[in-house]
């Protein structure tokens, strides 16, 4: 029997999405650019791990931060393109959960 050689990108998108809570982030910042506290308040995680999550989005070019000057300093979250480019999959899994979970 011949062996499948996995992908490597699916390896690595598979990696990403399934940490914990790294979807669920991307589904909360599907509704628009958020405040680090409306996302901490919408999900029961740490503000610690959800700080950690959202640098790695950041780092994979899926979220941008964008820090505006005001005072007090206001940072917001929002979706690349590159991240938007994951509202079908996230929508799909969503559906999928509702009719077979």
Do not use: H
Not at 16 to 29: D, E, M, P, S, V
Not at 63 to 73: A, D, G, H, S
């Amino acid at each position: 029997m011949k062996e499948k050689c996995l992908c490597p990108r699916l390896a690595k998108a598979m990696d990403l999405l399934g940490k914990r809570w790294t979807a669920l982030i991307i589904y909360q910042l599907l509704e628009g650019s958020q405040r680090f506290n409306e996302i901490e308040s919408a999900l029961p995680i740490s503000g610690r791990l959800l700080s950690e999550r959202l640098k790695e989005l950041e780092k994979e070019g899926l979220v941008e931060r964008k820090v505006y000057p005001e005072v007090p300093v206001r940072v917001e979250y929002a979706l690349t393109e590159k991240g938007l480019g994951l509202k079908t999959t996230i929508e799909g899994i969503q559906q999928w959960s509702q009719d077979w979970c």
